[in-house]
């Protein structure tokens, strides 16, 4: 079995001191870049090439996210475990090199249903990467083709965006080890758009008033913005503070998401304005001054306050989070005093799912789908209102941070395909009107 351990704080430079006693002790000298993934085989022998890519990534490409990385080095290494393979033995047959049987073994439980085809796209292009990095700092050398791990391919791909006219295609390197993933989002392989249905959402509204008040706001924000769950978990009083009235609505104020200036966290760290209605704006605003969350926030500043000591007893990772809070404090904090993340948001949805399901067996839905219900209901209204198709769209990639139009896209197509679906984006509102205890009209 191959072991993935997550240490605590990692340094990038040492120094080995000699005590008084006799004994010898290793002290950290320079920059701790925090808890670090660590790989070790089923007898306990530290992984020297895996944990060294994993390092340089951290301290050298400054990566944020190593799990998928660690993920598909685990994977990797298991197979090799498995079935009794060296990770840097070539030998000339393709068909019997131990990347080439990584990728069957992969395509192998795409096929049993075990793995998803972008799970297993993802981890190939992560092993793919690591033995790049190997080949390039000598850790692996190859004296000729025939002993090379895949070869590297050249194909045209057609160019879809704004200056399709200009360049209709680009050039994209990759290995012919790639896991091809479907386009189609109808298909079996890839998990489609589930947004809730009118009848869905009158149930979650139901069970909302039941449930924290913390959790019915996150909810809210999810179906109402778009956001996604790290941004709603990180969502910011800086963040609320930028709300803005929209000109063409009276009901809808537009606030800015950006980790540099509000500390929301949002994908690829990228800066965007969501719209959001009048009313939960002042839920939020309630919310924020409220005894509840008052005593909550008292507790994160005492946290807070232990950062300046010497004696810090939190780990580097906890150390950055509790900083980012200093500087833009957090709308959401535990009991505890801890600022909100997307897995405890994650967490308290699928118990709160667990007990929706009691009553409705049926209701199955990820927290995730409340984004694809903001977005297929803001694009049917959107449609509704007569506004060119490629208007409509670049609103909602604006709105929603898709960083590739074709994620836009398959929204369209998903409407093309429902026309049941066209209701308008009204029903949001009113939605959001009785899930914040407002009277019926």
């Known amino acids: 079995m191959t072991y993935l351990v997550h240490s605590n704080d990692v340094f990038k430079e040492t120094e080995l001191q000699k005590l008084d006693d006799g004994t010898f002790r290793c002290q950290s000298t320079n920059e701790n870049i925090g808890s670090l993934p660590t790989l070790f085989s089923q007898d306990g022998i530290f992984n020297h090439e895996a944990n060294s890519y994993l390092f340089y990534l951290k301290a050298v490409k400054k990566a944020e996210d190593l799990s998928p990385c660690a993920q598909a080095l685990r994977a990797y290494y298991q197979f090799l475990e498995d079935k009794g393979l060296h990770w840097d033995k070539f030998p000339p047959v393709k068909r019997l090199k131990p990347t080439y049987l990584f990728r069957s073994h992969l395509l192998k439980q795409i096929k049993q249903g075990e793995l998803a085809h972008s799970t297993a796209s993802v981890r190939m292009n992560q092993v793919v990467n690591y033995y790049k990095w190997l080949m390039h700092d000598g850790y ?243 449609l509704e209102a007569k506004l060119p198709i490629v208007d409509c769209m670049e609103l909602l990639m604006g709105w929603m941070g898709h960083k590739d139009e074709r994620t836009t896209w398959k929204y369209l197509r998903f409407l093309k395909r429902k026309e049941a679906f066209r209701v308008k984006f009204g029903i949001l509102d009113s939605i959001m009107h009785e899930a914040l205890g407002g009277e019926g009209e």
């Open 140 to 382: 692996l050398r190859i004296n000729n083709e025939k002993e090379a791990p895949f070869i590297i391919e050249f194909f045209s791909v057609k160019n879809n965006g704004i200056l399709a006219h200009l360049s209709p295609t680009f050039i994209v390197k990759t290995s012919d080890l790639r896991v091809r993933v479907p386009r189609d989002a109808d298909s079996k392989n890839i998990r489609p758009l589930s947004p809730l249905s009118s009848d869905a959402l009158s149930i979650l509204t139901q069970h909302l008033l039941q449930t924290s008040e913390e959790l019915r706001l996150q909810v809210l924000l999810a179906i109402d913005t778009g956001m996604r769950v790290e941004e709603v978990a990180t969502l910011t009083l800086d963040a609320l503070d930028t709300a803005t009235p929209l000109a063409e609505s009276q009901h809808r104020f537009e606030i800015l998401l950006c980790p540099r200036s509000t500390g929301v966290q949002t994908k690829f760290l990228k800066t965007r304005t969501v719209e959001i209605s009048s009313d939960l704006i002042q839920s939020l605003k309630e919310y924020r001054t409220s005894e509840r969350r008052l005593k909550r926030v008292a507790k994160l500043n005492e946290k807070i306050e232990q950062l300046g000591s010497d004696t810090s007893p939190f780990p580097q990772k906890t150390i950055e989070i509790l900083e980012r809070c200093d500087r833009h404090e957090p709308l959401f904090v535990s009991q505890q005093g801890n600022p909100a993340t997307g897995k405890s948001i994650e967490a308290r949805w699928i118990e709160f799912r667990v007990e929706i399901k009691q009553a409705e067996p049926s209701f199955t839905h990820r927290f995730h789908d409340l984004r694809a219900t903001y977005g297929t209901y803001r694009l049917s209204d959107l």
